[in-house]
């Protein structure tokens, strides 16, 4: 087992990408604490894994500083430290046009991408450097990178983008401190928002055919390469933006 006894906290963790890291994390061996905003969508995630005794729910708004910091406090009294933070909670708009966007639909996509994981990092980073280990790993996006033709995503992809920056320096600050920092880009995957259009299969096979893979990514893509960068065999690496992305920032640029 790869993440044998580790502590780890998923964020977003009822969203498909979340639910997915929580089953491979605990098949890995860790204990897992889902956070999540609505506690009856955590539980229904958390029974989806096989070993119950390994996973535990807890109802956190991160975008409230005093609810993340209590929870932190919570885990680390329960479980006496965090050893991997995954910042997985996200939000992304319906494409339309910058202009057009409402100011409260700015303004919550800046609270949930970036702030809520500036406030989980900076809540779990006083206890990672006073044991000088811990592993923080974000959920970015291919968008951080490229923007789309007639895909309007200017805010999102914005988020995305400081995200990626935001690991980098974290990775390097914190470095001597043991602690280490690394970015998922996940492209398109059969998750959230994106199911109903690939139910379609027109629609499915126009996407597949524009990936050098030739097919979609799933969920558990990216929660393998969370548990690589949570595992021992990682520990050399910090500061890195991995996409997992079926090969489509490399044939896009």
């Not at 993340?68 to 919570?74: A, C, M, S």
């Not at 805010?155 to 470095?175: D, G, L, P, R």
């Not at 998922?184 to 959230?192: E, F, R």
């Not at 558990?220 to 548990?227: L, S």
Request: glycine fraction near 6%; charged fraction near 25%; charge should be positive.
């Amino acid at each position: 087992m790869r993440l044998k006894d580790k502590v780890a906290v998923v964020t977003g963790a009822s969203s498909d990408i979340g639910i997915s890291i929580v089953q491979r994390f605990v098949e890995e061996g860790a204990k897992v604490v889902l956070l999540g905003r609505k506690l009856e969508t955590l539980k229904m995630a958390q029974s989806t894994v096989k070993n119950q005794d390994a996973a535990a729910s807890i109802q956190c708004d991160i975008t409230n500083e005093s609810q993340v910091l209590k929870t932190v406090e919570q885990i680390i009294s329960n479980y006496g430290r965090i050893d991997v933070l995954i910042n997985s909670a996200g939000a992304i708009n319906d494409p339309v046009h910058f202009h057009e966007m409402p100011e409260s639909e700015i303004t919550k996509l800046i609270n949930i991408n970036m702030l809520g994981t500036f406030k989980m990092t900076k809540a779990v980073l006083p206890s990672m450097r006073e044991k000088k280990s811990g592993c923080i790993i974000n959920l970015g996006s291919i968008s951080s990178e490229r923007a789309i033709p007639r895909v309007h995503l200017a805010v999102y992809s914005a988020t995305k983008a400081a995200i990626s920056m935001f690991t980098k320096s974290i990775a390097i600050e914190y470095a001597r401190s043991n602690v280490r920092c690394n970015c998922i880009n996940p492209g398109i995957i059969n998750s959230g928002m994106i199911k109903p259009y690939l139910d379609d299969p027109k629609a499915r096979k126009v996407l597949e055919d524009r990936l050098p893979l030739n097919r979609i990514g799933e969920p558990v893509d990216v929660a393998n390469a969370a548990v690589y960068f949570a595992s021992d065999e990682a520990n050399w690496i910090t500061g890195a933006i991995l996409n997992v992305d079926g090969g489509k920032t490399a044939s896009e640029g």
